[in-house]
């Protein structure tokens, strides 16, 4: 929350416009919004002059205000219609009072914001230092959104982390990609698709981005510091309820995002939702397993289902709800242990919401042997700090060799930029990635016989396989 204190419009420029503090009330303001997106959210001039005419109302209505009297006025500037206020006082003085302000506040003209709400409070004689604690009940509305958050039962949490990502960050982040120069025609054309997507819609998020040549190209067009674009692809995907997916980006974009840029912000934010709504999310599931490893099958499976109500896309809560009904059907002689077509079935949904889940259950060869085991290897990484640009080109590998393409691509591209020791390897095994997500083009702004390194890239990946022990062994 950034303060301002009287004079207010002196301080934002306008010079002309000075309050003496000997004849009229103390005026603060306190911006309640992030007023760093304020280049694309308002026209600063003329937002900045409808607040002015809001401070005059107050500079004259409350000229003869005795000292002890103090008062709030919460503003919330919109993108469409009218301002919101709500008003404060301490004393606390008549409704009647409160509504007359109110209603001659709403005959003033507020600039309407381009994407976003702004919310800011004026105080009347109640000197603060950036936090308001001089009116009774009064919130911010962050804090508010919050505190709603936290307490919301899964199903809400998922909806409010929908309307988080719709309504409040994909218009900021598309809105300082279109602004770019022309010479980053990724990043601006990524950014134009972006807002001109109805998110409200089903969306499908890989043609958006991972069969998009154009996000491959804003990726490559940015500083390397700045995950402007990848961050954009998390909250399209929480726009569409895919909150296991953004997680796996989220943790790995985190590492690598400057912490002082916008979208870092929010992502910050996001990571503070997503661990609270998992925090949830385990308490439920581990409900089920309770009754599971009780025996009580049909128990888990109900509980599994009520989870699955509220949130349909958890990986894990699926994972969960076929080992019951696995272990149900398995006691009731309905099937084998060895019976795997249960499991054909299960792990196509459970893939499709995190592709990266660390848990397979049988294989039939080598391979998938072999992939079970690079699945397992995934909770292995990032135990050092040290380890950690050697944990990200592991961790691209397998997501190369569970086909994740999209999510390799990712990581190898920070390999390239972040790291010395794999940066051509992880141009290469970038660029293979893309060519089998169907982009062809990039390659050619860089130098090399793409043919012959694709057809390396393969031959390593399938001896890495084939010198593994979990593959020999089903082998043999």
């Avoid at 301002?4 to 004849?23: A, C, D, G, R, W």
């Avoid at 919101?84 to 007359?100: G, I």
């Avoid at 249960?342 to 294989?363: G, S």
Wanted: hydrophobic content about 35%; some cysteine; proline content about 3%.
């Amino acid at each position: 929350m950034k303060l301002i204190l009287l004079p207010f419009l002196v301080l934002l420029t306008y010079n002309n416009l000075v309050y003496s503090q000997t004849k009229e009330p103390e005026i603060t303001i306190n911006l309640l919004a992030n007023d760093n997106i304020a280049d694309v959210n308002i026209d600063e001039d003329k937002f900045l002059a409808s607040i002015g005419q809001i401070t005059d109302y107050c500079k004259t209505k409350f000229d003869s205000l005795p000292s002890t009297q103090k008062i709030g006025i919460l503003v919330i500037a919109h993108k469409t219609g009218n301002p919101t206020y709500k008003f404060y006082s301490n004393p606390k003085l008549d409704e009647e009072f409160n509504t007359k302000i109110i209603t001659e506040l709403s005959a003033i003209t507020l600039e309407n914001t381009k994407l976003v709400d702004f919310p800011f409070f004026i105080s009347i004689n109640s000197k603060n230092n950036g936090v308001i604690t001089d009116f009774e009940g009064f919130v911010e509305p962050k804090k508010q959104q919050i505190a709603e958050y936290e307490n919301a039962n899964l199903a809400t949490k998922l909806s409010l982390n929908k309307a988080y990502a719709i309504n409040e960050v994909l218009p900021v982040l598309s809105a300082y990609q279109v602004i770019v120069d022309n010479q980053f025609e990724g990043v601006k054309s990524f950014g134009n698709l972006i807002q001109k997507t109805n998110f409200t819609e089903v969306q499908n998020i890989e043609n958006l981005t991972s069969k998009n040549k154009n996000y491959w190209r804003a990726n490559m067009e940015m500083e390397p510091t700045n995950q402007l674009i990848p961050i954009t692809k998390i909250f399209a995907l929480v726009s569409q309820g895919e909150l296991d997916y953004a997680k796996k980006y989220m943790e790995i974009i985190r590492m690598f995002a400057d912490p002082k840029a916008i979208s870092s912000e929010y992502l910050e934010e996001l990571n503070y939702r997503l661990n609270l709504f998992n925090r949830q999310l385990e308490k439920e599931i581990q409900k089920g397993i309770v009754e599971h490893d009780k025996g009580n099958y049909e128990n888990a499976l109900k509980i599994y289902s009520e989870i699955l109500k509220q949130y349909p896309n958890s990986s894990w809560t699926l994972y969960e709800q076929y080992f019951s009904d696995n272990a149900k059907n398995v006691k009731e002689n309905k099937l084998t242990l060895e019976d795997r077509k249960d499991w054909d079935l299960a792990k196509v949904e459970i893939y499709k919401h995190n592709p990266l889940y660390h848990m397979d259950v049988r294989a039939n060869n080598g391979r998938e042997a072999y992939l079970l085991f690079r699945r397992q290897e995934i909770n292995t990484l990032f135990n050092k700090k040290e380890n950690k640009m050697n944990d990200i080109f592991t961790y691209a590998e397998i997501a190369t060799d569970l086909g994740v393409y999209d999510f390799a691509a990712q990581l190898f591209w920070i390999s390239a930029t972040f790291d010395k020791n794999n940066s051509e390897e992880g141009l290469y095994n970038y660029l293979y990635c893309l060519d089998k997500l169907g982009e062809t083009e990039l390659k050619n702004n860089f130098k090399g016989n793409y043919d012959k390194i694709f057809e390396k890239i393969e031959a390593d990946r399938e001896n890495a396989m084939k010198k593994s022990p979990f593959y020999k062994k089903m082998k043999e």
